[in-house]
T-cell receptor, first 114, second 114 residues
Framework: GAGVSQSPRYKVAKRGQDVALRCDPI?????LFWYQQALGQGPEFLTY????????KSGLPSDRFFAERPEGSVSTLKIQRTQQEDSAVYLC????????????FGPGTRLTVT | AQSVTQLGSHVSVSEGALVLLRCNYS??????LFWYVQYPNQGLQLLLK??????LVKGINGFEAEFKKSETSFHLTKPSAHMSDAAEYFC????????????FGQGTELSVKP
């Protein structure tokens, strides 16, 4: 069956541009997570949805970062006025329900801000 | 707050040798612990997880890990390394009260020499 997909896989943005990163979770998965992975580092939590409700956004690094999941399936992570420090791989994961159930990760979107 | 420390950013072993990747955690509540593997340009794949059942956990591809509360450790082992095991490995901790978000270590890159 289809896993978690993310698009685009690669994105180059000039500093100051806005970007939108898409995540298609596994069908029927209730929980959706976004993580940021800087080069040579482990992933860091950004935000978490249960269905369409954003229950935790404590990891979003600034108010330039915004995530939504309006219909409880596809999610979009938006970054406004990109900065060089935003360059990273953005990973999306979904799980059947919350708690400690397995999170299935997508391949990530590599964002490079020039 | 929860945290994870992975000792050794790079580990190199010969094919057929024992693999030992170290992970220590900090948690104020009973932790749930995970090991993920990441191949180049791919998302993370779950190897195994500890959720307070048996302290010795067996995972995929011949890996296993032992939860030792007294040592706050969850080291990953495999008796005999294979060339295909070369990848980045991440230890992660979670608690059920935070929706299941994962806190990752910095990662350990495993190289396997022929």
């Amino acid at each position: 069956g289809a896993g978690v997909s993310q698009s685009p896989r690669y994105k180059v943005a000039k500093r100051g541009q806005d970007v939108a990163l898409r995540c298609d979770p596994i069908s029927g998965h209730v929980s959706l997570f976004w993580y940021q992975q800087a080069l040579g580092q482990g992933p860091e939590f950004l935000t978490y949805f249960q269905n369409e409700a954003q229950l935790d956004k404590s990891g979003l690094p600034s108010d330039r970062f915004f995530a939504e999941r309006p219909e409880g399936s596809v999610s979009t992570l938006k970054i406004q006025r990109t900065q060089q420090e935003d360059s990273a791989v953005y990973l999306c994961a979904s799980s059947l329900i919350g708690g400690v159930h397995e999170q299935y990760f997508g391949p990530g979107t590599r964002l490079t801000v020039t | 707050a929860q945290s994870v420390t992975q000792l050794g950013s790079h580990v190199s072993v010969s094919e057929g040798a024992l693999v030992l990747l170290r992970c220590n955690y900090s948690s104020s509540v009973p932790p749930y612990l995970f090991w993920y593997v990441q191949y180049p340009n791919q998302g993370l794949q779950l190897l195994l997880k500890y959720t307070s059942a048996a302290t010795l956990v067996k995972g995929i591809n011949g890996f296993e890990a032992e939860f030792k509360k007294s040592e706050t450790s969850f080291h990953l082992t495999k008796p005999s390394a294979h060339m295909s095991d070369a990848a980045e490995y991440f230890c992660a901790v979670s608690d059920n009260n935070q929706g299941g978000k994962l806190i990752f270590g910095q990662g350990t890159e495993l190289s396997v020499k022929p």
